[in-house]
């Protein structure tokens, strides 16, 4: 179920609707992603995403905040977070350290009807395995 009318209200969907394997993309099918025409959110909180280096192109948006900032008016998630505001049909990768903050921004972005998303489960930690 999809929902609308509380930002703060989460209900975490149904494994049918998208099993793991089609939730999660591999460091080469992100990089593959990254080519075309993909939103790739970093749900690390400010300080790690500032500490760290950033897999190019990510916008920092940190998992606290997603909820909200998925109901955003466009024009506030523009200002805010310097990207435009994904369309619930728009395809969106989000990532983490390691996997767990991202499913769980998945889970957040369904339950949100947002209908193209996956998450990258080995995180910037894998990342900097391969680069």
Not at 37 to 55: C, M, S
Not at 97 to 126: I, K, N, P, W
């Amino acid at each position: 179920m999809c929902v609308t009318q509380e930002p703060r209200v989460v209900h975490v969907p149904s494994p049918r609707l998208c099993s793991e394997r089609e939730s999660s993309v591999s460091y080469q099918e992100l990089r593959d992603l990254k080519e075309g025409n993909v939103l790739h959110i970093d749900v690390r909180e400010r300080w790690e995403f500032d500490r760290d280096r950033k897999i190019p192109e990510s916008v920092n948006i940190p998992l606290k905040e997603l909820v909200e900032a998925l109901q955003m008016n466009p024009a506030d998630f523009k200002e805010q977070y310097n990207q435009k505001m994904p369309a619930k049909s728009d395809h969106v990768v989000f990532s983490c350290f390691a996997g767990t903050r991202s499913r769980q921004a998945l889970s957040f972005a369904m339950s949100l009807c947002f209908s193209r998303v996956q998450h990258y489960a080995g995180g910037f930690e894998d990342w900097l395995k391969h680069e």
